[in-house]
């Protein structure tokens, strides 16, 4: 029976809520503590278990348990209601409040709660949280899971009369002989909400055996990898409160982080960042750390982010790790004052580029960098202000540096954008992961297909699909090969004249024969004729 707040008030234990945060010092029947809330150098923040609220004798500040999360989270009072609520798998009914708009929603809530719940009495998967470093409190926070089989998550939604809901999402596969299986069975569960706090997918990671190290939750209605960035919710508060994101490529980077109290750390879903996610960060902040290995593949993923960055207003903010080192280990091992003298001394984008050409690292490199990435400021006057910078330093004239920036035009409402072939897709996801010595003049693309793979070879990615960039191949180097071989122009001129007028000759045979069109075994003869 959902609740309403005064029951979740009567539901919450203060003391516990509150100990989330801050560390209580028991005095008597009450509780003590700094106060988080203003500086407090002798304690004077109490908490009463038996009136379930908090007093500061200091600031004066107090209330119930969810005043006390609406004030640190910097959320609503409502807003603190529901992110408790959530937390400690409560149904909460607002009063005058729309219900909400599909039941899908509860079930992943749900869901999402049973997994957690099975985590807890799982050993295996709590081991391995311990091996990563990953404490209680953020098992807690991110609502952590484990899946121990398809057949119990199957009987709980039938009790909860869930079942058909939830296979809408696409979480759970159902067999023709009505089996199910849980796509996500012995994987240890990562919920992820969207920026309301409501749980729209899962992020599952292998534990042992064969198989993808991680698993997402299909693209639906309500779960799109392009759009949702795993720590939003959690970060949200202090996302607005700092104006400043940390990006980051996993989700146990996100989680260490937020461990260790940076908390506006968030991540993609193993997709490649892309222009809505930099709209949904631009609506809380005005600056981003991107934080990336200093490999060949951080400055891939440097050059797919920044332009979608740049245009939605935001200033960039590069951070390069050791290579082989990701945000987890280096915070886990460095400790969380050297990841903070990371973030103190970096230098904006357009600050390291200039650096670079005034000390001579890669300087011809540097200057094409400074000229695409200029090209997606949204201020005019910045952009041209940064270039008259560059000329000063490398004494080119603004209008030759200005000629060399990114104009690729948009394509019109009009036009329709011819087509790419999924071998030519095949191609071009495997030109722009593997990078191999190959003459795209030699290859038999279309004139799209051609000019995505220009963008590509030049290290402009700004309008490479996403369908391409995030394609899923399970062995791309051999699919790439195959593509190559479909694609290449090996074929002599007069013999594919020859070989065009045989089949011309075969359709007019073909009409001749079927008025009313040519009939299957015809068509498949043709058809075979056509890919021969």
Known sequence: MPSDIDDLR??????DVISEYINLQRVGSNYRANCPFHPDRTPSFYVSPSRQIFKCFGCGVGGDAIKFVSLYENLSYIEAAKHLARRYGISLRIKGEKEGPKEVYDALEAVSQFYHKKLKESREPLEYLKSRGIDNSSV???NLGYSPSSQELVEFLKRLGLLKDYEKTGNLVRFSDGAYRDLFRNRLIIPIRDARGRVVGFGGRILQGEGPKYVNSPDSDIFKKRELLFGLYEGLAYLKDLKTAIVVEGYFDVIALHQEGFRNAVATLGTSFGRDHALQLSKFVEKVFLVFDGDSAGRKALRLAVPHLLKAGLEVYPLYLPEGTDPHDFI???????????LDNSRSLFEQLLYRIREGVNPEEAIRDFTYFVSFLKDEVEAYSLLAQLSKLTKIPVDVLASKMYR????????????VSFTEKLFLKGLFELRPEINIEELNLSSKAYELAKSILAEEYYHIPEEILNLKVDDLETAFWSSVDKLRIDIPEEELKAQTASVREFVREAMRN??????????????GKLES
Do not use: Y
């Open 514 to 527: 079927h008025r009313g069109g040519i009939k299957p075994a015809s068509a498949r003869r043709w058809r």
């Open 140 to 142: 807690r926070r991110f």
């Open 408 to 419: 690729r035009e948009e394509p019109s409402v009009e036009e329709e954008d011819p087509r």
């Open 332 to 342: 886990f091992s460095r400790g969380k004052e050297a990841f903070r003298r990371l």
């Open 10 to 15: 009567r539901e919450l234990d203060i003391v």
